[in-house]
């Protein structure tokens, strides 16, 4: 078989603002008393699985665990009424908030302030969302259909489960609620996960050298 050059491109992670928390803000941010802030950055649309988060916010012991959703509401308006519906519903009104799309400052000042990230997607390939909550010591508790464990690595900072696992989110996320402690440790190896990822310049690199050795073939 001929060989074929190739090349992985994976995404940067130098696209984060530079002022963001450090080791001893994240863990003073998990230590604060304060209900758990769970963050959603995705467009509401039924393949992200925001319906089965807020399941699993419904669910017995979840009282102490808000969510902010920062995602697109007109991309799928139907699946985004479903689930302003189901808040309402199962008696979330006060605990989830859809913000709609957010960019900038406005987007980060929510990576800022929350405490973890989920995202229940059907299956995702390499997810900006986890490399920008490792860069702002989020834990992120994601699905393991596709590339996040690839981002996430192996230690405290990640959880990956099956998309309809709801029992399994709910209890991911009430264990940070309860034990702020782990909370804080999964945190700061969030942040040490992220300095191990790699930049653009390094994408383009890998890039580059590629094309250099296609036109050597050629």
């Known amino acids: 078989m001929r060989d074929v050059p190739s090349v992985v491109a994976r995404a940067g992670r130098d696209h ?5 928390p450090g080791a001893a803000a994240v863990a003073a941010r998990a230590r604060a008393p304060g209900p758990l802030r769970v963050l959603s950055s995705a467009a509401v ?3 992200k699985g925001l319906h089965r ?3 699993a916010l419904a669910r017995p012991g979840a009282g102490s665990i808000e969510l902010d959703v920062a995602g697109a509401l007109d991309v799928e308006p139907a699946y985004a009424r479903k689930v302003t ?3 309402a519903r199962s008696g979330l009104g006060a605990r989830v908030r859809l913000h709609g799309l957010l960019t900038g400052d406005a987007l980060w000042s929510l990576y800022a302030r929350a405490h973890v990230l989920a995202l229940p997607s059907d299956r995702e390939s390499y997810p900006l969302a986890v490399v920008e909550a490792l860069g702002y010591g989020l834990p992120a508790v994601v699905t393991d259909q596709g590339g996040a464990r690839e981002v996430l690595g192996d230690g405290p900072q990640g959880l990956c489960l099956p998309p309809d696992d709801v029992a399994g989110y709910a209890a991911a996320l009430a264990a940070f609620a309860a034990d702020r402690a782990s909370l804080a440790r999964a945190g700061c190896a969030a942040l040490e ?3 191990a990822l790699g930049t653009w310049d390094d994408v383009a690199s890998r890039v580059e ?3 250099a050795r296609v036109a050597v073939r050629r």
């Not at 984060?16 to 963001?20: C, D, E, G, S, Y």
């Open 16 to 20: 984060l603002p530079a002022h963001r």
């Open 85 to 87: 519906a189901l808040v």
């Open 193 to 195: 996960r992220f300095a």
């Open 53 to 55: 988060l807020v399941e």
């Open 209 to 211: 050298a590629l094309c």
């Open 45 to 47: 649309v039924r393949a």
